[in-house]
């Protein structure tokens, strides 16, 4: 079991970036695959991001592809969403989760998340 904690949530006018992180620990968390969810208000839990263990694979759902990047520095733990050109139907919290892929149901471990609001 690994444990998550996300950070760096804010607010922003549209066309600003953010970057959130997620701080990682446990024994297996340098070898999870991770990725990034977020739920805006009123929706499901959508998928945005995701990263192989090694970052030999990076995946993006289409409505974030060019404006998001998802990176991991394994010498610290953390694992990052550098979001720019930010639109406001970006507004939701944003959840780090560790030991899956694409579908949200194969993870194992998630944080708690952190907000993040984009006004135009």
């Known amino acids: 079991q690994v444990q998550l904690i996300e950070s760096g949530g804010g607010s922003v006018e549209a066309g600003g970036s953010l970057r959130v992180s997620c701080a990682g620990s446990?024994?297996?968390?340098?070898?999870?695959?991770v990725g990034w969810f977020r739920r805006a208000p009123g929706k499901d839990r959508e998928f945005v991001a995701a990263?192989?263990?090694?970052?030999?694979?990076?995946f993006y759902t289409d409505s974030v592809k060019g404006r998001f990047i998802i990176s991991r520095d394994n010498a610290n733990g953390t694992v990052y969403l550098q979001m720019t050109n930010l639109k406001t139907e970006d507004t939701a919290v944003y959840y780090c989760a560790a030991g899956g892929w694409i579908n949200a149901a194969s993870y194992t471990s998630w944080g708690q998340g952190t907000q993040v609001t984009v006004s135009s």
């Open positions: 990263m192989t263990f090694n970052g030999f694979r990076k």
């Open positions: 446990g024994r297996t968390w340098s070898r999870l695959n």
